[in-house]
């Protein structure tokens, strides 16, 4: 009897185990180790490339970090953001990626080419790496910017945009501060009607459409804005209006004026601004 109990004991643990190995294994989002890429092609464009930190941990509930740099929509690179790649990396807090898009050319126009490039970037990381993406922050500089905010905005059907952080970037290219005659703003806003290749009158509804103001509702992302006043590239003016538009649909939002800062913030205002994203990402992701 004392045999045949021993032999039951041994049968039920070796069911057990079998019954139990294949779910961790067939698992993916349970994967515990952690993934460090540069320069990961998520399309067949050379420009189609992004560094990806994933730390170590469940990826079904680890939030996701999207850094978009800026330059113009014609130039830049995902350098621009290696430093703060490397410093969130560090914290081992959430996953991240640092993307490259397609630039502009004479042949081509930003929109919607490069929210395309966005969200190819996050669906690659979805089926090649087995991360769900449920929970995103979209970081951009400048035309970044612009990209996340438009991207967060518009094309976030499945509302997994939790969090947009905005550097100095265009959000409404019908501002009349950029139509004043003869003005400085309407000087720069000749180089964006380059390139868009779409001269602005007649054209409105085009740049309407182009905006990220435009498709601010009340379920968009919460949003915190950040804008300089000696800023000659981008009228702080942008970052008044998304505010308000922001809060006429009570969406969670923080806008911040740096008015002794440029384009590029002084070394105390982006420390400041810093600090500010992170209790922002804490709060929201």
């Not at 380059?194 to 602005?200: A, D, G, Q, W």
Request: aromatic share 14%; charged share 20%; net charge negative.
């Amino acid at each position: 009897m004392k045999k045949f109990l021993i032999s039951i004991l041994i049968l039920f643990i070796i069911l057990s185990c079998k019954k139990t190995e294949p779910v961790e294994e067939e698992n993916p989002l349970l994967h515990t180790q952690f993934v460090l890429e540069y320069n990961f092609s998520y399309g067949t464009h050379p420009q189609q490339n992004m560094d990806i930190f994933i730390p170590r941990g469940n990826r079904d509930t680890m939030a996701l970090v999207v850094l978009v740099h800026g330059g113009s929509w014609v130039s830049g690179d995902k350098s621009h953001f290696s430093q703060w790649f490397n410093w969130k990396k560090n914290e081992k807090r959430f996953a991240i990626i640092n993307i490259n898009y397609r630039l502009d050319t004479d042949m081509t126009r930003p929109l919607p080419m490069q929210t395309d490039d966005i969200h190819a970037a996050i669906e690659s990381l979805r089926n090649q790496f087995h991360f769900p993406a449920k929970r995103i922050a979209l970081i951009g500089a400048s035309a970044g910017g612009h990209l996340v905010s438009q991207y967060a905005y518009k094309y976030d059907r499945g509302a997994y945009v939790k969090a947009v952080i905005n550097f100095v970037g265009p959000v409404d290219f019908n501002d009349p501060e950029y139509h004043v005659p003869g003005g400085h703003w309407e000087w720069i806003f000749t180089g964006i009607e380059h390139i868009f290749n779409l001269p602005y009158d007649g054209n409105e509804y085009r740049y309407a459409e182009w905006s990220p103001y435009h498709h601010v509702s009340g379920q968009s992302a919460p949003s915190i804005l950040f804008y300089a006043g000696q800023d000659t590239i981008v009228p702080y003016t942008q970052g008044v209006r998304l505010h308000e538009k922001l809060n006429r649909f009570s969406v969670d939002n923080e806008y911040y004026f740096y008015p002794q800062s440029g384009h590029l913030f002084n070394s105390d205002d982006m420390q400041d601004a810093l600090h500010k994203v992170d209790d922002f990402l804490e709060r929201h992701l």
